[in-house]
């Protein structure tokens, strides 16, 4: 009974990653388990690559809303994922900035909704934050920690059509964040 019970969970993870692969294809993933605990402590591994498709998911933010990210195609993207909330703390100017330019900043951060909710709330903050409480977003991005069960910094650029146009694993300051999303657009825009 156990053999048919896993065999019947790998048939259903393999005809989702093929359904996946028709709709859109994304970057591989790999789902690694234990022998003694085959459902109990499953992670999703990815990374993103230059030039594919952004990996969809959808996200509780700060205000209670869900966010799915095919929803905000035909909008230039700057994902931000953060390990602590403290460090989207000073974020306000950079969206200013990136708000001129015409880039959305998207926020995420592994605490729960209620806690950014207060924690922008609190500190004034113009932008909502997305709730990644799980990791595994993060994880599919290739920003999760297996060693410490969380979350790292990480930006990623995606261009309207919804493709990765840069990516960058670790925190930056601000300024250099904006600089390469000058970079990025400028090198992906047709110059006249």
Same mark, same amino acid.
């Given at each position: ?12 993870l ?11 294809p ?11 605990e085959?459902?109990a ?11 594919v ?17 095919s ?5 230039w993207?700057l ?10 703390? !000073? ?6 900035e990136l +708000? @001129?330019? =015409? /880039?959305?900043l998207? &926020?995420i951060? #592994?605490d729960k $909704? ?6 922008v ?6 932008f909502?934050?997305?709730?990644d ?10 920003f999760?920690?297996?060693?410490t069960? !969380?979350a ?5 650029i995606? +261009? @309207?059509? =919804? /493709?990765?146009?840069? &990516?960058?694993? #670790?925190?930056? $300051? ?9 970079f990025?657009?400028?090198?992906v825009?047709?110059?006249?």
């Amino acid at each position: 009974m156990r053999t048919l019970v896993v065999l019947c969970w790998a048939l259903s993870l393999a005809s989702a990653a093929a359904a996946q692969e028709r709709v859109h294809p994304a970057p591989r993933t790999r789902i690694e388990t234990s022998a003694s605990e085959p459902f109990a402590r499953s992670r999703v591994h990815g990374n993103v690559m230059v030039g594919v498709a952004a990996p969809d998911f959808e996200l509780t933010s700060s205000t209670g809303s869900d966010v799915a990210l095919s929803r905000l195609r035909g909008d230039w993207l700057l994902l931000r994922f953060a390990d602590d909330r403290q460090e989207l703390a !000073g974020q306000a100017g950079m969206k200013a900035e990136l +708000d @001129r330019m =015409g /880039v959305r900043l998207i &926020a995420i951060c #592994g605490d729960k $909704p209620q806690t950014l909710r207060a924690f922008v709330q609190r500190l004034s903050l113009p932008f909502d934050i997305l709730s990644d409480a799980t990791g595994e977003v993060s994880a599919m991005y290739g920003f999760y920690d297996p060693s410490t069960l !969380g979350a790292q910094p990480g930006i990623v650029i995606v +261009d @309207r059509r =919804g /493709v990765v146009r840069m &990516a960058l694993q #670790g925190g930056a $300051p601000d300024d250099q964040v904006i600089e390469l999303t000058r970079f990025t657009m400028a090198s992906v825009q047709p110059q006249p």
